[in-house]
């Protein structure tokens, strides 16, 4: 079935210095992938998606890329602030109808 | 503009009673709806999503059922709670169009002592 994980449970990086947060999945017919953002005690936001036509797709101060030969994807975030410190979801959107969400990466920016 | 309200935010129960956690979502119709938990520190993990009225998929065996008596209601509920029915529960809807842009409602913070 499909599964959708990430590598790293936490990740600290310095204000002002590039993330990069990685996520693996299983279903090879996985095609539209997504990244959220939760922040303590509230609902995750949606950040930016990709579909499997593109290996590539940016937004403001964040970059998703996607190699589906490997099924990875990352989510690379420019000139961390502290407002980025947040838990940071992978989704497989599989169907157009169900969302499934990796265990997520606890990102924390060191002022 | 669309709003999704989910109540209520803070929940203790004891263990045995009920449940019942609303949903509802105002200034869209026909969304997808969606129940999903969250244990401390973890994943969302989805427990039941639905495209229509009456319309229930269920992702996880389990003590939980839900129901959606109207298209923009969506209601989560258990006869008798377990002690790892406790988490943060988060209700979300979508467009039924071909996107995975959920947007969340704030929890529903559940405790079974």
């Known amino acids: 079935g499909e599964s959708v994980g990430l590598h790293l449970p936490t990740l600290s990086v310095q204000e002002g210095d590039n993330s990069i947060i990685n996520c693996a999945y299983s279903n090879s017919a996985s095609d539209y992938f997504i990244w959220y953002k939760q922040e303590s005690g509230k609902g995750p936001q949606f950040i930016i998606d990709?579909?499997?036509?593109?290996d590539k797709r940016q937004g403001q101060r964040v970059t998703v890329l996607l190699n589906k030969t490997v099924k990875h994807l990352s989510l690379q975030i420019a000139a961390t602030q502290p407002g980025d410190s947040a838990v940071y979801f992978c989704a497989d959107f599989f169907g157009n109808e169900k969302l499934t969400f990796g265990t997520g990466t606890r990102l924390t920016i060191i002022p | 503009s669309q709003t999704i309200h989910q109540w209520p935010a803070t929940l203790v129960q004891p263990v045995g009673s009920p449940l019942s956690l609303e949903c509802t979502v105002e200034g869209t119709s026909n969304p997808n709806l969606y129940w999903y938990r969250q244990a401390a520190g973890r994943g969302l993990q989805l427990l039941f999503y639905?495209?229509?009225?009456?319309?229930i998929s269920s992702e996880v065996p389990q003590n939980l059922s839900a129901s959606r008596p109207q298209d923009r209601q969506f209601i989560l509920s258990s006869k008798k709670l377990l002690l790892s029915d406790s988490g943060f529960y988060l209700c979300a809807w979508t467009r039924t169009v071909n996107t995975g842009e959920l947007f969340f409602g704030e929890g529903s913070r559940l405790t079974v002592l």
């Open positions: 990709i579909r499997s036509n593109m």
């Open positions: 639905s495209v229509g009225i009456g319309q």
